[in-house]
């Protein structure tokens, strides 16, 4: 990515929100993978005119423009599977927030649909990007697990925007599946309490080596955003995370990755690897959305 860009990708941004604003950014901002792409404007269902001098243009121009190569879809996770369709049918390569669709076999045709057009689908993983991610990787090399749990905790979240939690909160279980390999569902439940704005998911899984993995979701009025970890193995124990450092500029690492993508720099071996995580951690997902919404 040092050398000087013989083309650069028109790029829309699809949401303005917080992920969509910090893309608007990276993306004005002299970065060496930004240098290889051109911010042609945003695509947002509110009227907003030109957020710093970026304009607004419509859906339908941003899918008939001959100018625009890239879409990015930063907008609510219940909306990110037809915009992917959208752009993916009109000839566009496609970065995607995290989760790129609330539903496996939505995931597995829209990357089927990606390959027919010979376009690139990226969903981001910042997660796997922080500084504490690098801490527990280094952390867990060559230790037999024993057992291991995670907690999140967060405010209150809307299922109708962001999906089942096992969905909106699908970058924790992409950290266990990176730290332990694909995993297995043992049992799930969901309390909630709609009218405290609370819920709780409890998810109990397992590694290969039947060691058991849980993980829950904790989120509603007064819950600071904070993750608890402890992690079991043979060779000793290792409780949370100590302070490793800020995570500086993680959207613009994704965006390296994305860029790179673009140029052909990713082995089919690599691609293949993360598409394989990637689809295994929504399966995941919907298995256990199935689990704690049995039907009736």
């Not at 993306?27 to 042609?40: G, V």
């Not at 625009?68 to 915009?83: G, L, M, N, R």
């Not at 690492?253 to 295994?280: C, M, P, T, Y």
Request: hydrophobic content about 40%; glycine content about 6%; proline content about 3%.
């Amino acid at each position: 990515m040092n050398a000087e860009p013989e083309k650069k990708f028109g790029v829309v941004v699809v949401g303005v929100g917080r992920a969509g604003s910090v893309r608007i950014r990276d993306l004005r901002n002299p970065h060496p993978s930004s240098a290889f792409l051109n911010l042609i404007g945003f695509v947002s269902r509110r009227d907003l005119g030109n957020i710093d001098e970026v304009q607004q243009i419509s859906l339908e121009d941003a899918l008939s423009s001959q100018e625009v190569e890239v879409a990015y879809i930063c907008s609510e996770s219940t909306s990110h599977e037809d915009y992917i369709r959208k752009f993916l049918n009109a000839g566009k390569h496609v970065l995607v927030e995290y989760p790129m669709t609330l539903s496996l076999a939505a995931a597995q045709e829209l990357w089927e649909l990606a390959e027919q057009k010979g376009k690139v689908l990226h969903e981001e993983h910042i997660e796997l990007l922080m500084e504490e991610f690098a801490f527990l990787k280094k952390e867990v090399v060559g230790k037999e697990l024993l057992k291991g749990s995670l907690l999140f905790t967060a405010g209150p979240l809307e299922k109708e925007r962001f999906g089942f939690p096992a969905f909106s909160g699908i970058s924790r279980l992409t950290w266990l599946v990176s730290l332990f390999g694909e995993l297995s569902l043992v049992s799930a439940t969901l309390e909630e309490r709609k009218e405290d704005q609370y819920m709780k998911m409890t998810v109990h899984l397992e590694t290969e080596n039947k060691c058991p993995l849980s993980w829950i979701e904790e989120k509603g009025p007064g819950l600071k955003r904070n993750r608890y970890l402890s992690f079991h193995f043979k060779s000793g124990s290792l409780e949370n995370v100590p302070n490793v450092g800020v995570n500086k500029n993680i959207f613009l690492k994704d965006q390296n990755i994305f860029v790179q993508k673009l140029l052909g720099q990713f082995s089919e071996k690599e691609l293949a690897a993360e598409k394989k995580r990637i689809l295994h951690c929504l399966s995941l997902a919907e298995e256990i959305q199935k689990y704690c919404l049995p039907k009736k």
